[in-house]
């Protein structure tokens, strides 16, 4: 009797642990771009057929691959990358440009500019579209890396796929966001950002905006400016998906809706309660800014189903 209990017990617990592996595997993938060599994950679909490939953009600022930087914790990147796994999407997400970079290009930080990011993801898109290991390659840009993601995947991606990315020029959004927060500030913004559009190094402005143009971040700015959201994604020939939640407090719904308008071929979803970092929201302010360092709190499930089912169709 004891002997039949535990073959029992031996049998629900090798099920069970069987039923717990992975059907992807994780590998650390490093490639090389003209700047630098980017560290990342591959997480490969544990399959003899091909799936698709999802290339995952992070957004500003020096973001790691899980979505993650000096301030903040949330693997909001890890997490998506693992839900689309388990849905047999393999993913490849990578840390920014100057979290790799050696001693010695540290020191040349300053010389970043946007079109730097466009090179490294086309460098990355280029890789594995010469791999040909995949049925298709898609584009995800978080943020920063929507508007990076549909300059970089022209003519290279199967699909563009924009989370929670900016409608507009990061002047106008910079302009907004100041007027919002110190209307006194208001025209000093568009004073030194005119300026910066016309490519002239602004030396002297108030003190209160710093850390918003620093002299060395000033010729970044000015690579910036010159993307606007709305004329690039007009230039995709690519099926396009443009995903924003009701409470990102970083970007709001309507920039969702103008990149749309742009594109009016491409499909909108609006998610109820999720926010920049793709997290249900259901409280406050307060909630949703305690999101930003938690990284237990899991992804919204129904943006999983909506990628799933668009990417599943292409």
Same mark, same amino acid.
């Given at each position: 009797?004891?002997?039949?209990?535990?073959?029992?017990?031996?049998?629900?617990?090798?099920?069970?642990?069987?039923?717990?592996?992975?059907?992807?595997?994780?590998?650390?993938?490093?490639?090389?771009?003209?700047?630098?060599?980017?560290?990342?994950?591959?997480?490969?679909?544990?399959?003899?057929?091909?799936?698709?490939?999802?290339?995952?953009? +992070?957004?500003?600022?020096?973001?790691?691959?899980?979505?993650?930087?000096?301030?903040?914790?949330?693997?909001?990147?890890?997490?998506?990358?693992?839900?689309?796994?388990?849905?047999?999407?393999?993913?490849?997400?990578?840390?920014?440009?100057?979290?790799?970079?050696?001693?010695?290009?540290?020191?040349?930080?300053?010389?970043?500019?946007?079109?730097?990011?466009?090179?490294?993801?086309?460098?990355?898109?280029?890789?594995?579209?010469?791999?040909?290991?995949?049925?298709?390659?898609?584009?995800?840009?978080?943020?920063?890396?929507?508007?990076?993601?549909?300059?970089?995947?022209?003519?290279?991606?199967?699909?563009?796929?924009?989370?929670?990315?900016?409608?507009?020029?990061?002047?106008?959004?910079?302009?907004?966001?100041?007027?919002?927060?110190?209307?006194?500030?208001?025209?000093?913004?568009?004073?030194?950002?005119?300026?910066?559009?016309?490519?002239?190094?602004?030396?002297?402005?108030?003190?209160?905006?710093?850390?918003?143009?620093?002299?060395?971040?000033?010729?970044?700015?000015?690579?910036?400016?010159?993307?606007?959201?709305?004329?690039?994604?007009?230039?995709?020939?690519? +099926?396009?998906?443009?995903?924003?939640?009701?409470?990102?407090?970083?970007?709001?719904?309507?920039?969702?809706?103008?990149?749309?308008?742009?594109?009016?071929?491409?499909?909108?979803?609006?998610?109820?309660?999720?926010?920049?970092?793709?997290?249900?929201?259901?409280?406050?302010?307060?909630?949703?800014?305690?999101?930003?360092?938690? +990284?237990?709190? +899991?992804?919204?499930?129904?943006?999983?189903?909506?990628?799933?089912?668009?990417?599943?169709?292409?």
């Amino acid at each position: 009797m004891k002997v039949t209990t535990l073959l029992v017990w031996f049998l629900f617990i090798s099920s069970f642990s069987f039923s717990q592996e992975k059907n992807y595997t994780e590998i650390a993938q490093s490639i090389k771009t003209p700047s630098t060599t980017l560290n990342g994950t591959l997480l490969n679909i544990n399959s003899k057929k091909k799936t698709p490939l999802v290339i995952i953009i +992070p957004g500003s600022g020096p973001t790691d691959r899980d979505g993650n930087n000096a301030a903040m914790k949330n693997n909001s990147l890890k997490f998506l990358a693992e839900k689309l796994a388990e849905n047999n999407i393999s993913s490849y997400r990578f840390d920014k440009s100057v979290l790799s970079y050696t001693k010695e290009q540290i020191a040349t930080v300053d010389t970043l500019t946007f079109e730097s990011f466009i090179t490294d993801t086309k460098a990355v898109l280029s890789y594995f579209k010469t791999s040909k290991n995949y049925s298709k390659i898609i584009v995800v840009g978080h943020s920063q890396g929507s508007l990076v993601g549909m300059i970089s995947g022209k003519n290279i991606a199967d699909a563009f796929i924009s989370l929670e990315g900016a409608g507009k020029t990061i002047d106008e959004i910079l302009i907004e966001q100041i007027s919002k927060q110190a209307p006194f500030l208001k025209d000093e913004t568009v004073r030194v950002l005119d300026s910066l559009k016309k490519g002239v190094i602004v030396d002297d402005f108030n003190p209160m905006l710093a850390s918003v143009f620093n002299k060395s971040v000033q010729p970044f700015l000015m690579s910036w400016i010159k993307y606007n959201p709305q004329n690039e994604i007009k230039k995709l020939t690519i +099926p396009t998906l443009i995903i924003n939640g009701t409470k990102d407090i970083q970007v709001q719904t309507i920039d969702a809706e103008l990149l749309y308008k742009a594109k009016p071929n491409s499909q909108l979803f609006i998610i109820e309660n999720m926010n920049h970092l793709l997290k249900e929201i259901k409280g406050d302010v307060t909630e949703n800014m305690n999101s930003y360092n938690n +990284p237990d709190l +899991p992804i919204k499930d129904e943006l999983i189903t909506i990628l799933t089912k668009f990417i599943n169709e292409l």
